[in-house]
């Protein structure tokens, strides 16, 4: 049976620490199958919201719903259906890999074949099969935060929320993090991640959320956001020929602003959509001009980020 | 053929194929037949060792791993198995050759006994209380939380691994306790009693070091609580390695039927302790929007009612002679316990959540025998008084057994049947009084600032020390109210007020005044604490969120109603 409910719901959150109103009516949806970055400043709010949809800690109004199940009344339930890698490492000593993995799974339930048939699965998509029965103090920070996915998926949860996984790693261990969430969220799991490395994230994310000061300025994808901020994009054209006629010519048009003619480039500030852009390449070829590239320059999720927030802190 | 427990494929194992030549000799085979019948038990037992591993608390069997991985149990081990030889070769060497007729058991069993209790009595609750508080300190706390193991699979994993410990430790010494049996002055049951008081000690302290490691998650206030647990230890200590020395002095102290009345009474007051105490512990490891308090509620009334059983039947073998001298102490233990908790319970939410209210009593029947286990800050206080009253009512009953309630005469031993039956009215009005002030006064605070369970019992403790103690200082600060004797001013004060009522050192005059004022204040605050109650037992039954319903549905579909009637039937295709 199809769920009709988002997998992640975070509604009205509000969530005070004293004076400080760390969470600020947050509210967000996260459907199957979708990577949503959660991004904002240190202390912004980030894992407090996480921690409270992981029911580690309660709001004081507003619910969080995993699955359909609220945190607040249905916590065992949520439990069953939610992994959470939180932005610290939690270790046991004298313990190996395939023996902490083999106790949480026991944690959730997991008996006989079932718990050996998830403990190989989590080895192989953490690749940690070489290391398991090296013991987990000794393990590098990238093979650390691997155990921790592979201990965050061992009972198949529906629903992951991944605190800072991408912290501390080196660039080939953040790539293989990031093929490892995308598949995942392949697998139908909605992720919840947060993340400062701005450009790992744009890459494996269906949509994001901008929190600052508890408070969420954005949801959406990056584009919808982008345009949302600044309605108007930046297009580029590369002529055959020099430019500066094509700028001349475009002066008196509507939509257009900020020409800048650099040899056979132009590039200017366009207020339409993309039909707008359409019609407006179409002119350009019906006036005689051979243009060989008509880009529409794409905001980076740092340039929105940026953008949208204010670099506030509480 | 060995089954591989992890892929289920056939593979050889130690077993070696028979060729014909080697079934030529009959020894051979016979060894091999023996090996082979060897494996085949192995593969039998196997998966049985599988299911009951399965079954197992995953944080046992992750502890026990732990555990004997870890440098602290080898020392302790070795340090155990050397503690051991030397007291063996020690004792024998100073005993000599006069071990055939000495009666050197009983020093013996102490020696073995010390090396024993020591960790049983520190190591074992220590590490328990560490194995908790580790959890906070190496960030694994959330991760358990997080995980879907029950509050009580977190107590019985922690508690289960104090437990295998504690057998590890006993199997060291075990047959040097049979030794000392053999070195006669010591009988079984004397051992026994000794084993079984190192057992419940450990085992009771392990519980209350898993308590304090869940009580708190600050991390100063961890620190403070190790160090009283650790002087806590030390002074259990102590106290059982005197008790055994006491014990293994007496006699035939056993035969006697009052020891085994003691011990049996002891026993009782252990297991209802216990059950109390684990309770509390899995409820402080409970999420918080669970009900928390019910089921302690349950274990407060079954210690009560051991309890009273136990001073119950005493005095009925008695014929209640003695039940006026039992009244006021009886009294004082119930007066005390019941304040105590109720400081605790009036500092419950008042809010109760949605979860808590979807099992809350429907039935108009069910609220009025139930309401009082329902979580709350006023159902808390009535049940306490509740309780209170019915020890007073049984008391009660007793002396009127006794020859009336209102019989002033002293023939026996003081106090007077009228005493103790005002002692007992006065003490629950007192403790109604000052739990009513005190669930007031946190109602109040309420309103500005948030008031932990930690919170309402300070504040019911500064309130009863105020009481008693504010009287007494302006009695004897004031020059003009400075008087050795009880004046009216002493009216809050409890002790003094309940203490010279048993020494009928109080006035004709000032009997009455405390007999009528003191219950009429106490009535008046059960009256406004009781409009509170009013309120809480308003909040209604909620039904189960559509989805947990359809989830319960999934988990355990009904079962398929079947055909009651031919027409009911399916048709044939």
């Known amino acids: ?314 | 053929m060995w089954q591989c427990g992890a892929c289920g494929k056939g593979q050889v194992g130690f077993v070696p194929t028979l060729s014909p030549r080697k079934l030529r000799k009959p020894a051979r085979l016979t060894k091999l037949t023996m090996l082979n019948t060897v494996a085949k038990t192995f593969t039998a037992i196997d998966p049985w060792l599988e299911w009951l591993g399965d079954r197992l608390n995953p944080l046992l069997v992750k502890e026990t791993r732990q555990a004997l991985k870890s440098r602290q149990f080898t020392l302790w081990f070795v340090l155990m198995l050397i503690a051991s030889w030397l007291i063996t070769i020690g004792g024998v060497a100073i005993i000599g050759p006069s071990i055939s007729f000495v009666s050197a058991g009983g020093y013996l069993l102490l020696a073995y006994f010390f090396a024993l209790a020591v960790p049983l009595v520190i190591v074992v609750p220590f590490t328990a209380y560490r194995s908790l508080a580790a959890e906070l300190e190496d960030n694994t706390r959330d991760l358990l939380e997080v995980s879907t193991l029950s509050p009580y699979q977190i107590i019985n994993g922690k508690l289960g691994s104090a437990v295998v410990q504690m057998l590890v430790y006993l199997s060291v010494l075990a047959p040097c306790l049979a030794f000392t049996y053999l070195l006669r002055g010591v009988d079984l049951p004397t051992i026994a009693l000794l084993l079984s008081m190192a057992v419940c000690s450990s085992l009771a302290l392990s519980l209350i070091g898993l308590l304090f490691a869940a009580v708190t998650r600050q991390r100063y206030a961890q620190v403070v609580l190790s160090i009283i647990l650790a002087g806590a230890l030390f002074l259990a200590l102590w106290g059982l390695l005197m008790s055994a020395w006491a014990i293994t002095n007496y006699g035939a102290w056993f035969a006697a039927d009052e020891t085994k009345i003691v011990i049996a009474a002891i026993s009782s007051a252990f297991i209802t302790t216990f059950a109390l105490l684990y309770l509390t512990a899995v409820k402080l490891v409970t999420f918080a929007s669970a009900n928390r308090s019910t089921a302690l509620r349950w274990a407060m009334v079954a210690q009560q009612a051991a309890f009273l059983a136990w001073v119950g039947g005493i005095l009925a073998a008695d014929n209640f002679s003695d039940v006026n001298q039992a009244a006021p102490g009886c009294g004082i233990v119930a007066g005390i316990y019941w304040l105590v908790m109720g400081s605790l319970l009036t500092g419950e939410s008042p809010t109760l959540s949605r979860r808590v209210r979807r099992d809350l009593p429907q039935s108009t029947l069910g609220r009025m025998l139930l309401g009082l286990f329902s979580p709350g800050p006023a159902s808390g206080y009535l049940f306490v008084i509740a309780n209170l009253l019915t020890v007073a009512v049984l008391f009660l009953i007793g002396l009127s057994l006794r020859g009336g309630i209102f019989n002033s005469s002293v023939t026996g031993p003081r106090p007077s049947n009228v005493s103790a039956a005002t002692f007992l009215l006065l003490g629950l009005s007192y403790v109604a009084i000052y739990l009513g002030i005190g669930k007031l006064l946190i109602s109040a605070a309420r309103r500005v600032a948030i008031v932990t369970m930690l919170g309402s019992f300070l504040i019911h403790v500064l309130l009863v020390l105020a009481s008693c103690g504010v009287p007494v200082l302006l009695q004897q600060s004031i020059s003009w109210l400075r008087s050795p004797n009880y004046t009216y001013l002493q009216l809050p004060n409890a002790a003094w007020t309940l203490s010279d009522l048993l020494d009928d050192d109080l006035t004709s005059l000032q009997w009455m005044t405390a007999v009528l004022i003191v219950p009429a204040v106490a009535a008046c605050m059960f009256l406004v604490n009781l409009l509170f109650a009013a309120r809480e037992a308003d909040q209604q039954r909620v039904a189960a969120p559509e989805r947990v319903v359809q989830d319960d549905l999934e988990l355990a579909p009904p079962p398929e109603l079947k055909p009651q009637n031919p027409w009911e039937e399916p048709e044939p295709a």
């Open chain 1, 1 to 314: 049976m199809k769920a009709t409910h988002p997998q992640i719901e975070l509604r009205n959150l509000h969530r005070w620490f004293g004076s400080t109103h760390a969470v600020n009516d947050i509210s967000f949806e996260v459907a199957a199958g979708e990577v949503f970055g959660y991004i904002g400043p240190n202390g912004a709010g980030k894992t407090t919201s996480m921690r409270i949809l992981s029911t580690l800690d309660e709001p004081h109004s507003g619910d969080a719903f995993v699955d359909g199940f609220s945190v607040l009344e249905d916590p065992d339930r949520v439990r069953s259906r939610l992994g959470f890698m939180p932005d610290y490492y939690g270790a046991y000593q004298d313990v190996n890999v395939r023996e902490y993995l083999d106790f949480f799974a026991r944690a959730y339930g997991l008996r006989g074949g079932e718990r050996k048939r998830a403990i190989e699965f989590a080895m192989d998509f953490t690749e940690l099969h070489p290391l398991a029965t090296k013991p987990i103090d000794g393990l590098s920070k990238g093979m650390k935060q691997r155990l921790c996915l592979g201990r965050t998926m061992i009972h198949d949860p529906s629903v992951m929320v991944l605190d800072e996984p991408a912290a501390g790693l080196d660039p080939r261990a953040r790539i293989e993090l990031r093929e490892m969430i995308r598949r995942l969220a392949d697998l139908g799991k909605a992720i919840l991640i947060s993340s400062h490395i701005l450009t790992e994230l744009a890459e494996m994310v269906d949509k994001i959320g901008i929190i600052e000061q508890g408070r969420l300025l954005a949801v959406g994808s990056v584009a919808e956001i982008s345009a949302r901020v600044t309605p108007d994009s930046i297009v580029r054209i590369r002529l055959l020929e020099e430019a500066q006629s094509l700028a001349k010519w475009l002066e008196s048009h509507d939509h257009v602003a900020d020409l800048e003619a650099n040899g056979a480039q132009l590039k200017f500030r366009h207020a339409g959509g993309e039909a707008e852009q359409a019609e407006l390449l179409a002119k350009i070829i019906a006036a005689g001009f051979r243009p060989v590239e008509f880009a529409t320059q794409t905001k980076s999720l740092e340039d929105v980020f940026l953008q949208v927030t204010k670099g506030r802190v509480q």
